[in-house]
């Protein structure tokens, strides 16, 4: 079984369009995130939630909107997708803080914006 | 080979030999510190941690060394193979809530 799953692995779409991105993790973490990588590998993270609260919101465009129904999944939804949305998004998830809290990741969704 | 993260991203070694992946860390109270591979197509995985009060600590074939005076990490890969080529990160957190900071990345290509 896989830890933390994200779909679609691809994605290719035109620009102004609106696409979701769904994640699920079966480890019974509490906390879940998205990263974004852009062409240089460069990982930055997008959003946190714990426990379906939404604890992290860095400066992100208000065109990206995460939903977590429950604490096993977190979706991310981008309106009006632009050129430069292009990246590997990449979900994933932690025990929270504490001894350990690293994280597992998802294998990550490839966007590309036409 | 000996890379240094920030400066020098890429790292080519052969199989074989040992590698060094440097990174700094920019928060001198971060006690613990992850370094992650990753594979082409896929998510980063959890190699090794270490937490602030070790100065060493030893995996399978890998080994983590921190240096806190210097605020330095370096990983070292014992015999490297093929299967080792990948981008590695060094991560420390973040001071606001369960976050972590990754570093910039070194790639490191195995030649057979």
């Known amino acids: 079984d896989t830890a933390v799953s994200q779909t679609p692995k691809y994605l290719v779409t035109q620009m102004g369009n609106d696409k979701s991105i769904k994640c699920e993790q079966n480890l019974g973490h509490d906390t879940m995130y998205w990263y974004k990588q852009d062409s240089k590998k460069f990982l930055k993270i997008m959003f946190s939630y714990n426990n379906k609260e939404l604890i992290i919101n860095e400066t992100v465009p208000n065109r990206f909107s995460p939903k977590s129904p429950d604490k096993a999944h977190l979706n991310l939804h981008i309106n009006s997708l632009e050129l430069g949305d292009s990246a590997v998004y990449f979900c994933?998830?932690?025990w929270g803080q504490g001894d350990n809290y690293g994280y597992t990741f998802g294998s990550g969704t490839r966007l590309t914006v036409v | 080979g000996e890379s240094v993260g920030l400066h020098l991203p890429t790292l080519s070694v052969q199989e074989g030999d040992n590698s060094i992946i440097n990174c700094a860390y920019s928060?001198?109270?971060?006690?613990?510190f992850i370094w992650y591979k990753q594979e082409s197509g896929k998510g980063p995985q959890f190699i090794i941690d270490?937490?602030?009060?070790?100065d060493k600590r030893q995996g399978q074939r890998v080994t983590v060394l921190l240096n806190k005076t210097v605020k330095h990490l370096s990983l070292q890969i014992a015999a490297t193979q093929p299967g080792d080529s990948a981008v590695y990160f060094c991560a420390e957190p973040k001071n606001t809530g369960n976050q972590f900071y990754f570093g910039t990345g070194t790639s490191l290509t195995v030649i057979p």
């Open positions: 928060n001198s109270a971060s006690d613990y």
């Open positions: 270490i937490r602030s009060n070790m």
């Open positions: 994933a998830s932690s």
